[in-house]
C-alpha cells in the first residue's frame, strides 16, 4: 500500500516477533502492533515509541547498577575508592571469604595442633613471579580494551564520513525522482545505523533480529539473521530473558557454574544465521555503485572517499571480531589463576613466622589477597570489551552517538553557499572588526586585503591588553588583601 511506503506490487513481508522488553513489557512479550512512525525518525528519539537506545527504557536505576555496561552519563558524588558501581569488589567477596577462612584454620592448626610456619624467603621467591604474571595479565587485558576502543572511534569517524558523502555530495535528481533519491539517503544513513547496531549485537553474540534497537532498521533486508528470527521466533526470543534470582545473584558474584555460555544461542541456531554487519555492508556498496552510475555521485574524489570508508567499516568489523575472538592463550591463563591461587594460599604459613601476634595473620591474609587478587579478577573482566560486564565499552552509547550525529547532518538540505556567506551576521573580520559581509562588501579590494594582513597585529595588541588587564587585576587583588590585614589588625589593635 501506498500509504505504508510501498509500492501497490511489491511483495509484502511478513511481520517478524518483536520482544519488547526494553519498553516496559515483559521478557518474551511479542508486540506485532508497532506505532505508526511516520512523522519521526527512525535514528531519533521518537514520538511514539521510546528510544531504543536509551538507557533509561532498559530497566530500573538498581538494576543499572549492578549491571553494564556503566553509563558515562551518569555521575557520582562518592569518593572514587567507596564507589561500588564498576569495582571489582562484588566478584571478590567469595574468594575473600574463602582466603579468610583458610587462614584461620591455618592459625589454628598453629596454635593449637602443631607449629606450621614456614621460613618467608618464598614471600620474596613467589612474589617477583606472581608479579610478573600479573603485569602481563593486566597489560594484555587492557591493550585488547583500548584496541577495541580505537575501533569503534574509527567505526563513529566512518560512519560520519559515509553519511556526509551521502547526503551532501550526492546530487537529487528533480521531480519525482528527487523524492525518491532523498528517501533513499535517508535509508542508507538508517543502514550506518544498523551496521554499527548489528556490530555490537555480532560481537555479543547475539544474531537475531528481534531486539528493539535493531528490527526496525533491518526488517525491510534480505538478511539469513532476519530469515532465522521469522522461522525460529521462540529461539530467538530466549536470549532476552532476564536470568533467574538466583542466576543474576551468581553471576553478579561472579560464580564460575552460574555464567552463560554466550555463545550457547550461536551454537543451538538450526538455521543459518548469516553475518548481518557484512550483508549490511552489501547493501551500502550496492547503494554506492547506483550513486555513481545515475550521476548522483560525479565527484571522483567523492567516490574514492565512499568506498575507501566502505572498507573502512570492513576493516572495523573484521578487527573487532578479531579482539573479540582472540583472547590470552589458555594456557597463560590457566598458568597465571593457579600461580597466583598458590602464592596466597601459601601466605597465612609464610606471616605466621614474622607476626608476634599470630591471629593477626587472618586479617593480614585477607587484605594481602584483595590486593592481589584485584588485579587478577580485573584483567579477566576487561580482556573482552565488548561484554556486557560494568567495565566494558558503553557501546549502546557509541550507537546512540552515531545516530545523533547522522541526524544532525541529515537535518537540513545542502546549505547553498551564499545562504551564509552572504549574511549580515558573518563578521568575516572579526575580532578586529564587528562589521558584516556586507559591509565589507561595499569597500574595496585593497581595503579588504589592508584588514586581513593587520588582523595579525591585531591579535597581538588584544593578546597584549588581555595580559595586562590580568596583570592589573592581579595587583589589584593583592592591594585589597593587604588592606583588608591591615583594617583587621588596626581593630584588633583598638581593642
Not at 74 to 99: A, E, N, V
Not at 348 to 367: G, N, R, W
Amino acid at each position: 500500500m501506498a500509504e505504508d511506503g510501498h509500492h501497490a506490487s511489491a511483495p509484502v513481508s511478513e511481520p517478524v516477533p518483536v520482544a519488547h522488553h526494553a519498553n516496559g513489557g515483559k521478557p518474551g512479550d511479542i508486540n506485532t502492533n508497532l506505532p505508526p512512525m511516520d512523522d519521526a525518525s527512525l535514528t531519533s528519539p521518537r514520538v511514539n515509541t521510546p528510544n531504543p537506545f536509551s538507557r533509561k527504557n532498559t530497566s530500573l536505576d538498581l538494576d543499572d547498577y549492578f549491571s553494564g555496561p556503566r553509563d558515562m552519563q551518569k555521575h557520582s558524588k562518592w569518593p572514587i575508592f567507596m564507589q561500588m558501581h564498576g569495582s571489582i569488589l562484588p566478584k571478590m567477596i567469595l574468594p575473600l571469604f574463602w582466603m579468610g577462612s583458610w587462614a584461620t584454620c591455618v592459625t589454628l592448626i598453629h596454635v593449637h595442633v602443631s607449629k606450621v610456619a614456614i621460613d618467608s624467603i618464598l614471600l620474596t621467591v613467589l612474589g617477583f613471579v606472581v608479579g610478573l604474571g600479573l603485569s602481563f595479565r593486566s597489560s594484555t587485558a587492557y591493550e585488547r580494551y583500548a584496541e577495541g576502543r580505537r575501533y569503534w572511534a574509527q567505526l563513529v569517524l566512518t560512519s560520519q564520513n559515509l553519511g556526509r558523502v551521502f547526503w551532501v555530495h550526492g546530487k537529487e535528481r528533480e521531480g519525482e525522482e528527487g523524492k525518491k533519491d532523498l528517501l533513499a539517503k535517508l535509508t542508507a544513513m538508517n543502514l550506518l545505523v544498523a551496521f554499527a547496531t548489528s556490530l555490537k549485537h555480532k560481537l555479543r553474540y547475539e544474531p537475531y533480529t528481534c531486539y528493539d534497537d535493531i528490527q526496525s532498521l533491518v526488517g525491510h533486508l534480505d538478511t539469513f539473521a532476519q530469515r532465522a528470527t521469522r522461522d525460529e521466533p521462540d529461539q530467538s526470543l530466549k536470549q532476552i530473558k532476564k536470568p533467574g534470582f538466583f542466576k543474576a545473584v551468581g553471576e553478579y558474584l561472579g560464580v564460575s557454574f552460574a555464567a552463560s555460555n554466550p555463545r550457547k544461542m550461536v551454537k543451538k541456531a538450526s538455521r543459518p544465521l548469516g553475518n548481518l554487519p557484512l550483508e549490511i555492508l552489501s547493501y551500502l556498496a550496492s547503494y554506492t555503485d547506483e550513486l555513481v552510475a545515475n550521476g548522483q555521485l560525479t565527484v571522483p574524489m567523492h567516490q574514492t572517499l565512499a568506498y575507501n570508508n566502505l572498507a573502512a567499516l570492513n576493516d572495523v568489523l573484521t578487527g573487532t571480531d578479531r579482539v573479540c575472538n582472540t583472547p590470552l592463550p589458555i594456557a597463560y591463563s590457566i598458568a597465571i589463576g593457579q600461580i597466583t591461587w598458590v602464592y596466597i594460599m601459601v601466605l597465612p604459613f609464610q606471616l605466621l613466622s614474622k607476626l608476634t601476634e599470630v591471629y593477626i595473620t587472618i586479617p593480614a591474609t585477607v587484605v594481602a589477597s584483595y590486593i592481589i587478587l584485584a588485579f587478577l579478577f580485573i584483567g579477566r573482566e576487561i580482556e573482552n570489551p565488548f561484554g556486557q560486564d560494568v567495565n566494558d565499552l558503553p557501546l549502546e552509547a557509541f550507537c546512540a552517538q552515531i545516530a545523533a550525529d547522522l541526524d544532525t547532518i541529515s537535518s537540513r538540505a545542502k546549505p547553498k553557499n551564499s545562504e551564509w556567506i552572504e549574511s549580515i551576521e558573518n563578521r568575516v573580520m572579526w575580532p578586529m572588526s564587528n562589521s558584516g559581509w556586507h559591509v565589507w562588501m561595499h569597500r574595496g579590494e585593497d581595503k579588504i586585503r589592508e584588514a586581513v594582513a593587520n588582523k595579525v597585529e591585531a591579535h597581538l595588541e588584544m593578546k597584549k591588553e588581555q595580559d595586562h588587564q590580568a596583570e592589573h587585576a592581579g595587583i589589584l587583588g593583592k592591594v585589597h588583601s593587604h588592606k583588608e590585614k591591615v583594617a583587621i589588625k588596626s581593630a584588633e589593635t583598638a581593642v
